[in-house]
């Protein structure tokens, strides 16, 4: 089977101030070296509209409503210091939740083999009623919910390699026995959560922090003494990837030292893992990555690697 790529020109449409780092541009930079020849097995589909009905599983109903209100008509209307609606900013967040809705309908009823959702604005930093992190809704979150709602699909991973700590998705799931969140991250950095004694309620929130200047091999050690080892022992129905690409050695946000082939090795890691537990059903969702060029470098490690099944 293939691979499926999830995109949308409405998420070029969220606008940010001059100079901010989440800017349409990332996307751009994805979309030109996902043209490459070498990309052109994966099967493509524009992102729908996600439903509201999804979404207030994972965020309550006056959260959702606030947001639709204060997206503004014209000009940018400020959430916190960091994140600004536009308006066109409110089509690309039901478009990111859509696109990760439908990358599970099409793994869970295996019409392709993984799928990766390329949406911006990213959101893994969206608390269950609080946008902060240039996020609004948390994709990742919604899709999980979205796949135990739809596809009886008892326990959900979720992984996550950005190089912030995905607070939101953390406190989403905090005392959730049947969704384990993993994240590597560097520690201390933006939003300050994260350490490893952070195990949630239920013992399902799993924190390798990173410390700055680390590289690959730290990394790599952390997801193979940590994070595998609990996802295997949790045997997972699905996958899901919180895809940041913002711990690249060229990243500005931050300053762990990762290659593209790490998140490349990486990526073959979870598939392994979920190819023993869950068919191999991994859906991947763009979180962060700010240099434009280590963005897609590292972009297009990750999908060549879920293309190779």
């Given at each position: ?24 541009d ?25 439903r ?21 008509e ?14 066109g ?18 793994v ?38 979205y ?6 699909a008892?326990r ?9 700590h995905g ?18 991250h ?50 997972p129905?699905?996958?899901i ?40 059903r ?8 700010y ?10 490690a ?8």
């Amino acid at each position: 089977m293939s691979t499926l790529l999830l995109h949308h020109a409405a998420y070029l449409d969220h606008l940010t101030p001059v100079g901010h780092p989440e800017r349409p541009d990332r996307l751009r930079a994805i979309d030109r070296i996902l043209e490459h020849e070498s990309f052109q097995p994966l099967e493509r589909d524009a992102a729908p509209l996600g439903r509201i009905e999804d979404i207030i599983r994972t965020h309550p109903q006056a959260y959702v409503d606030m947001l639709e209100k204060t997206s503004p008509e014209e000009g940018l209307a400020a959430i916190d210091a960091d994140t600004t609606m536009s308006p066109g900013t409110w089509e690309a967040i039901l478009r990111g939740v859509g696109g990760a809705c439908q990358a599970v309908d099409e793994v869970m009823q295996k019409k392709v083999n993984n799928a990766f959702s390329a949406s911006r604005p990213p959101g893994h930093h969206v608390e269950k009623e609080r946008a902060m992190g240039f996020c609004f809704f948390n994709n990742v979150a919604v899709a999980a919910r979205y796949a135990q709602a739809n596809y009886n699909a008892e326990r959900i991973a979720i992984v996550d390699f950005d190089v912030h700590h995905g607070n939101g998705t953390q406190d989403i799931f905090w005392s959730d026995p049947t969704v384990m969140y993993c994240s590597t991250h560097q520690m201390p950095l933006y939003p300050g959560s994260g350490a490893a004694n952070e195990t949630g309620d239920a013992n399902t929130i799993v924190n390798a922090p990173l410390a700055s200047g680390d590289g690959g091999e730290v990394f790599q050690d952390a997801m193979q003494t940590v994070i595998l080892p609990r996802l295997d022992q949790f045997a997972p129905d699905l996958v899901i990837i919180s895809a940041g690409f913002d711990a690249h050695a060229r990243d500005p946000l931050g300053s762990l030292n990762f290659v593209e082939s790490d998140f490349a090795w990486a990526t073959r890691s979870i598939m392994d893992l979920a190819d023993k537990h869950c068919e191999n059903r991994v859906v991947s969702v763009l979180e962060g990555g700010y240099d434009l060029e280590g963005l897609a470098r590292s972009t297009a490690a990750h999908v060549m690697t879920l293309m190779t099944g």
